[in-house]
């Protein structure tokens, strides 16, 4: 089983429409959790990281379900300008060195059509 | 206060010959990440540096791939004999601590063998 599994997609829908992505990992003692955006042929950025409570930035809303090991992305009123890759992103304890492992899922590629 | 800076942006290289990827991490951090990425794939983690020393490496194929990151200038991959599987986009990205997982990544380099 993949550490972080994601589906690869590509989500195509239309403007203004609401969209969610799930991302499962499989370390149940894994401690931080990210969501980044990547642009076709560009770098990743941080988008949002992610909290137990929830978070907010906008349109945009993460979730963390410990208990079934997933994290979420909500866009609500998606624009032309959300098309992108979007990455989730698990950090774990290395089994050596004690470092904090980051570890990145596939990502899930969104289109959104005019 | 300049970003992570990778360099060269495109680099070509016939088969045999030696590719070197330099990364300069944001000013204050001490931790460099060096990741590949296929097209159309995911990001693949190749190894993890501090300052003068090699955290993890497990991701890195052990021939002709080897990276460092002097206590002067900037982190740099060497892949020797160059090959046309090598040809990838290759990310870096820098943090400023160990438990700050937030990474911030560099354009990148597109190197193509030829």
């Known amino acids: 089983r993949k550490e972080v599994e994601q589906d690869p997609g590509p989500f195509n829908v239309p403007e203004g429409a609401t969209v969610a992505f799930n991302c499962t990992y499989s370390n149940s003692a894994s401690q931080s959790f990210f969501w980044y955006r990547q642009d076709c042929r560009k770098e990743p950025k941080l988008l949002m990281s992610v909290y137990s409570s929830g978070n907010e930035d906008g349109r945009f809303t993460a979730q963390l379900n410990r208990a079934s090991q997933y994290i979420s992305l909500l866009i609500r009123d998606s624009k032309l300008s959300d098309s992108a890759t979007y990455l989730c992103?698990?950090?774990?304890?290395?089994?050596?060195?004690?470092?904090?492992?980051?570890?990145f899922g596939i990502g899930t590629k969104l289109q959104v059509i005019p | 206060n300049a970003g992570v800076m990778q360099n060269p942006r495109h680099l070509v290289r016939r088969r045999g010959q030696e590719a070197r990827l330099r990364c300069s991490p944001m000013k204050g951090h001490s931790h460099v990440y060096w990741y590949r990425q296929l097209p159309e794939e995911g990001l693949k983690f190749m190894v993890y540096l501090q300052k003068e020393n090699i955290i993890d490496e497990s991701g890195m194929p052990k021939e002709r791939f080897s990276a460092e990151f002097p206590k002067e200038g900037p982190s740099i991959l060497r892949i020797q004999q160059v090959v046309r599987g090598d040809s990838a986009a290759y990310f870096c990205?820098?943090?400023?601590?160990?438990?700050?997982?937030?990474?911030?990544f560099g354009s990148g380099t597109q190197l193509s063998v030829l």
């Open positions: 990205a820098s943090s400023p601590r160990q438990g700050n997982e937030k990474l911030f």
């Open positions: 992103v698990v950090t774990s304890r290395a089994n050596s060195g004690g470092y904090q492992k980051v570890t």
